[in-house]
């Protein structure tokens, strides 16, 4: 079956940075549209980055625009999440998402905690 599994989690001060990585199995990782969302407590999860199936194009939330970057390796059926200058407001959990046009399908990972604080 379908399994993705986020790793890189963890506590980290403010102005630092980590990098998340979803290892993916069970699916044909190239054809499939990779994303990271983050849900901070009380919070509505959000759309962090996206990144296309070939890696050619992706997207960022606002909030993170020019400190994180979305990336994969598709030899290695990884995606990953580089963040820099981390702030208090990025603590949450991440998830990641393979997400599939047609047919329509999308596999969640069960996520990795961020926690930015002194």
């Known amino acids: 079956q379908v399994q993705l599994v986020e790793s890189g989690g963890g506590l980290v001060q403010p102005g630092g940075s980590l990098r998340l990585s979803c290892a993916a199995s069970g699916l044909t990782f190239r054809s499939y549209a990779m994303s990271w969302y983050r849900q901070a407590p009380g919070k509505e999860r959000e759309l962090v980055a996206g990144?296309?199936?070939?890696?050619?194009?992706?997207n960022y939330g606002d909030s993170v625009k020019g400190r994180f970057t979305i990336s994969r390796d598709n030899a290695k059926n990884t995606a990953y999440l580089q963040m820099n200058n981390l702030k208090p407001e990025d603590t949450a959990v991440y998830y990641c998402?393979?997400?599939?046009?047609?047919?329509?399908?999308?596999?969640w990972g069960k996520g990795t905690l961020v926690t930015v604080s002194l």
């Open positions: 998402k393979a997400s599939l046009r047609s047919p329509s399908m999308n596999y």
């Open positions: 990144v296309t199936s070939a890696g050619g194009g992706t």
